[in-house]
């Protein structure tokens, strides 16, 4: 079974802190790993997508991935109020056009 | 702008009704999928198709079926529905190719009570 790990929280940070929130991937065939934001009762909307080791900024978020310890993370500077929401990782293995979703993270800002 | 589109955002249904959940997307994307989402689980895959009149199973299949008759159009069907159908159902689309285009972009969601 492919799976996607990421801890339910809810993980609290002060407004203007970095959140960061970590994801593990068991399939080491994983090519790509997205990272959704999902606003309550909404549907998830793309924060942004990584490939390659390393890190990759794109404004407040920035995404890490390791592969050889099969790790995703995404941090958040400047966390804002409106940064509350759950966050989902997702990884592709390149088969069959799917994505495999963990569970996600809530993540609450606190004035 | 890519936009997924779905028929309704709530529906209200008793036991036993078929129910048509609709899906369309305007960006010529060739891999549909319907997922449906609860608290705790997660998003979890009904279907998907990957061209027209294509359709693979995912993981929780039953009691559904799908129709994808033309590109930009998927169905997702509840041939009898139940109490446990009740959930919030996700239509996405991405595009087949390079591999940052596998980016699933999601409709607003259509929440489902079976009562």
């Known amino acids: 079974q492919k799976e996607v790990e990421q801890n339910s929280g809810p993980l609290s940070v002060p407004e203007g802190a970095i959140a960061s929130l970590n994801c593990t991937y068991s399939d080491r065939g994983s090519q790509s790993f997205f990272w959704y934001r999902q606003y309550s009762g909404k549907s998830p909307e793309l924060i942004m997508f990584i490939y390659s080791n390393g890190d990759k900024e794109d404004g407040r978020f920035t995404a890490q991935l390791n592969k050889a310890s099969q790790y995703v993370s995404l941090l958040i500077r400047d966390s804002q109020p409106s940064d509350s929401a759950t966050y989902l990782c997702a990884a592709f293995t390149g088969g069959g056009n799917k994505l495999t979703f963990g569970t996600g993270t809530q993540l609450k800002v606190e004035l | 702008d890519v936009k997924v589109t779905q028929s309704s955002r709530y529906l209200v249904k008793r036991t036993g009704e078929k129910v048509f959940l609709e899906c369309v997307q305007d960006m010529d994307h060739e891999n549909m999928f319907w997922y449906r989402q609860d608290p705790g689980l997660g998003l979890r895959l009904i279907y998907f198709?990957?061209?027209?009149?294509?359709?693979e199973k995912g993981d929780i299949p039953e009691g559904y079926s799908v129709s994808r008759e033309k590109k930009e159009r998927f169905s997702l069907i509840l041939e009898s529905a139940s109490t446990n159908q009740t959930s919030m159902y996700l239509c996405?689309?991405?595009?087949?190719?390079?591999?940052?285009?596998?980016?699933?972009?999601f409709g607003p969601g259509t929440r489902l009570l079976v009562l």
């Open positions: 198709s990957y061209d027209v009149k294509m359709k």
């Open positions: 996405a689309s991405s595009h087949l190719g390079e591999r940052t285009q596998e980016t699933q972009y």
